[in-house]
Structure formats: structure tokens, C-alpha cells
């Protein structure tokens, strides 16, 4: 499985953008970027996903770059509720996800 | 949409007991994982199924578990002749498998396994 590397903790201020880098120079060109959050004591939620072209939804926007050999999560506003451990992962979907040790995001009052 | 669910939520149990899990995936979904998530890291695949067929399970998937999903809807999970090192949070996640779409999975909240 291809491989990710994101940093290990992150730290925001409450209210101000969030980017959250991860790099996968390996990435295969069926492999999509997907991005799951974990909030303490509960399972992996899903964020977001993408290929090629960057996404947006209602929880976070996601930029590729053109070379697709990193990416970066963007919280447009963080808030107390999204302190969790962000996880960046490679998958062509509909297959088991390969979790890393993910992102640990602190997000100050 | 009631999301997955997972029973129970905590289980301590002595080394050498068994123990099973049971996971209620989000009705329709044709995929169930099982996962496994110790303290500090990201959770490790175990197994999963389409349908109640099991497609794919893991190394870490010794003799000592095993899993079903004997209709294509719920799962269960067993442990037997629990470790100390069985000691995780087990995690159960959904999809639907259709063209175009199942890039998501559904994770239920997980059940915490502590043996003594």
C-alpha cells in the first residue's frame, strides 16, 4: 500500500483556517486521497475525498497538487469540535483503508 | 439512517474467555469491515465482507478470531482464548459498493475489549 506522511500534531486557533498537509510521493494513478477524522472515543469519520481535481463539501475542502505527490485538508474555520486526529490515506476505493498514525489537530479558544 | 452500531460498547473479560461483537451495518450497505485500533495508533484492517461473503482477511487475523455475517446484514466478531494483547477498541464500518460509489465507510462508535 502506498504510503502517507503528515506531521504529527498541528495546532489552530479557534475560527482561523486550518491546512493540513500530506505527502504520498509514491501514489499510484488509481489511487484517490481520502481524509478521515477521529474525535476522541469515537470511530473514524469520513471527510473527503479526491482524484485529480480539488473537492469541496460542507465539512472541509481538499487541494491536490498537479502532480498528485501531496495534498492538504483545509478547515475553513476551525472550531472546538474539530480537535481530532486527521488521517490522509490512499485507496482506490471500495477497499480496506490503511491507516497511519494521522495528524493530531489542537484547536485553542 | 441510524449509522452503525456496535454491541456492546465495553467488554472486560478474563485471559483465556471468549468473547463475540456484534456490528449492525447501515441497512443496504453491502460491505462490513472489521478493524482494530490500539492506544496511539491509527486502526489496522482485520477483515471484511460483501454480502456474507468474506473476501479478504489479514494477517493480524489469527486463528483465534473469527467473523461472519451469516445473512449479509449484522456481523459478529469472535475472540477466542482471549490474549492480554487482544486488549483494543474493535471497530466496525460500512459501505455500498455500487459504480461510482462506497468510496465512503461508515464507522460505528466500537466496542473497547479489556482482558485481565
Known amino acids: 500500500d502506498a504510503k502517507t506522511t503528515q506531521p504529527n500534531s498541528m495546532e489552530s486557533n479557534e475560527e482561523e483556517p486550518v491546512h493540513l498537509p500530506c505527502n504520498h510521493s509514491?501514489?499510484?494513478?488509481?489511487?484517490?486521497i481520502h481524509w478521515y477524522r477521529q474525535l476522541p472515543s469515537q470511530g473514524p469519520e469520513y471527510v473527503i475525498h479526491?482524484?485529480?481535481s480539488n473537492v469541496n463539501n460542507r465539512m472541509a475542502s481538499l487541494a491536490i497538487a498537479e502532480d498528485r505527490k501531496s495534498s492538504t485538508l483545509i478547515l475553513h474555520r476551525a472550531t472546538l469540535r474539530d480537535a481530532a486526529v486527521y488521517y490522509c490515506?490512499?485507496?482506490?476505493?471500495?477497499?480496506?483503508?490503511?491507516f497511519g498514525k494521522g495528524t493530531r489537530l489542537s484547536v485553542i479558544a | 439512517d441510524t449509522g452503525v452500531s456496535q454491541d456492546p460498547r465495553h467488554k472486560i473479560t478474563k485471559r483465556g474467555q471468549n468473547v463475540t461483537f456484534r456490528c449492525d451495518p447501515i441497512?443496504?450497505?453491502?460491505?462490513l469491515y472489521w478493524y482494530r485500533q490500539t492506544l496511539g495508533q491509527g486502526p489496522e484492517f482485520l477483515t471484511y465482507?460483501?454480502?456474507?461473503?468474506?473476501?479478504?482477511k489479514s494477517r493480524l487475523l489469527s486463528d483465534r478470531f473469527s467473523a461472519e455475517r451469516p445473512k449479509g446484514s449484522f456481523s459478529t466478531l469472535e475472540i477466542q482464548r482471549t490474549e492480554q494483547g487482544d486488549s483494543a477498541m474493535y471497530l466496525c464500518?460500512?459501505?455500498?459498493?455500487?459504480?461510482?460509489?462506497?468510496?465512503?465507510?461508515?464507522f460505528g462508535p466500537g466496542t473497547r475489549l479489556t482482558v485481565t
Open positions: 509514491t501514489i499510484s494513478g488509481t489511487d484517490y
Open positions: 490515506i490512499l485507496s482506490p476505493g471500495n477497499t480496506p483503508l490503511v
Open positions: 479526491g482524484l485529480t
Open positions: 441497512s443496504e450497505h453491502n460491505r
Open positions: 464500518a460500512s459501505s455500498m459498493r455500487t459504480s461510482g460509489r462506497g468510496y465512503e465507510q461508515y
Open positions: 465482507f460483501q454480502n456474507e461473503a468474506q473476501l479478504e
